[in-house]
């Protein structure tokens, strides 16, 4: 577009009429923008916050002495991911907001006018905080592997520890039969195994409504016809998960920003004692039958009756030395306990 200058060096004669002879409109609206950050360290693929602006209305007026006016208005709210509850818990409830600003012609002066039809109301909670500075403490930690493999540095994203009693197939994801044989990975009882994950999902992110999907594990283990799908490994906590007829215990906690992942039997021994003990399980009430799998504990240790045990056998304990006889058996509990 030619200058104001340009056009009356063209003829004298012609009177230029001005470029704004009437006031000029621009019009902005938009339903929704929603911003969210992912936190997709450590091998996680999980939401970490969100923001959103709703209602977004922009008017931006020109008139024809060159002073402008600009009006906005917009509704926003943020929300923190709670990955222990799987949802999002409001950090600062819906929020109404108005900026008007003029300028006058030349932009020799403006002024700015912001205001509000409620109060900010912000929600801080200590879950918020642990998971703040859990986040933290792993992107400080993923930092120190950044470049590296799984092979080539010391951390891995998960861990998988066998306290099932038995030994035990893995492999990625949640399916019956493995994809290929040679992505499964054994596990001897008492083991643990570092793993991660090679493709990470994308979201499809939108909040309240989004649906997430969590990396899994399936499980085989010996002697075991069933297979442990859908075993989670991104929530941390204690999951039961059905086996057929039994019941897994999967117990999930973070150790210097990496996922533990231990399965378990639903029927945990600890020796609290100052002498170590044997215990021993039997298919008999009486104790005369034979023993089906005995160990001793160290005094203050723990540990599990193998899982394809703990449903409709018998428990004996005694110190250990063989000089006591064992207790009255009783009854190994289908429901966990210790």
Not at 182 to 189: D, I, Q
Not at 203 to 214: C, G, N, T, V, Y
Not at 285 to 311: I, K, N, Q, R, Y
Request: with cysteine; charged share 20%; glycine share 6%.
């Amino acid at each position: 577009i030619a200058s104001m200058m340009e056009r009356e060096d063209e003829d004298p004669g012609v009177v230029v009429a001005p470029y704004w002879s009437c006031p000029t409109t621009l019009e902005l609206r938009s339903d929704l923008i929603s911003l969210c950050l992912i936190n997709d360290c450590m091998g996680w693929t999980v939401p970490f916050a969100t923001a959103t602006a709703k209602s977004l209305a922009l008017d931006v007026l020109l008139r024809p002495d060159m002073s402008i006016l600009t009006t906005a208005q917009v509704t926003t709210d943020a929300s923190f991911y709670n990955i222990m509850n799987t949802c999002f818990e409001p950090i600062m409830e819906p929020w109404t907001l108005k900026v008007e600003m003029t300028e006058s012609p030349g932009r020799v002066s403006g002024q700015t006018k912001v205001t509000a039809e409620s109060r900010i109301e912000l929600n801080i909670s200590e879950m918020h905080m642990r998971g703040v500075v859990q986040t933290v403490e792993s992107w400080l930690q993923d930092s120190k592997t950044w470049g590296e493999t799984l092979e080539q540095g010391k951390f891995a994203p998960y861990r998988l520890r066998n306290e099932a009693g038995v030994p035990l197939t893995f492999w990625l994801g949640s399916s019956l039969e493995p994809p290929d044989a040679s992505v499964c990975k054994g596990l001897a009882s008492g083991g643990e195994e570092p793993f991660q994950f090679s493709n990470k999902r994308v979201l499809q992110a939108r909040q309240r409504d989004m649906s997430i999907e969590f990396h899994t594990l399936s499980i085989r283990f010996e002697g075991i016809v069933d297979v442990l799908t859908h075993v989670p490994v991104d929530i941390t906590g204690v999951h039961m998960l059905p086996l057929g007829e039994l019941r897994a215990v999967a117990e999930i906690h973070n150790d210097s920003g990496s996922k533990i992942i231990a399965i378990q039997s639903t029927f945990k021994i600890y020796n609290k004692t100052s002498t170590a003990v044997e215990a021993a399980v039997t298919n008999d009430a009486s104790g005369a039958a034979a023993c089906l799998w005995s160990e001793t504990f160290a005094g203050d240790f723990h540990g599990c009756v193998p899982l394809h045990l703990s449903d409709s056998k018998f428990l004996r304990v005694r110190p250990a030395g063989g000089a006591y006889t064992y207790c009255i058996p009783f009854k190994v509990p289908t429901a966990p306990v210790t």
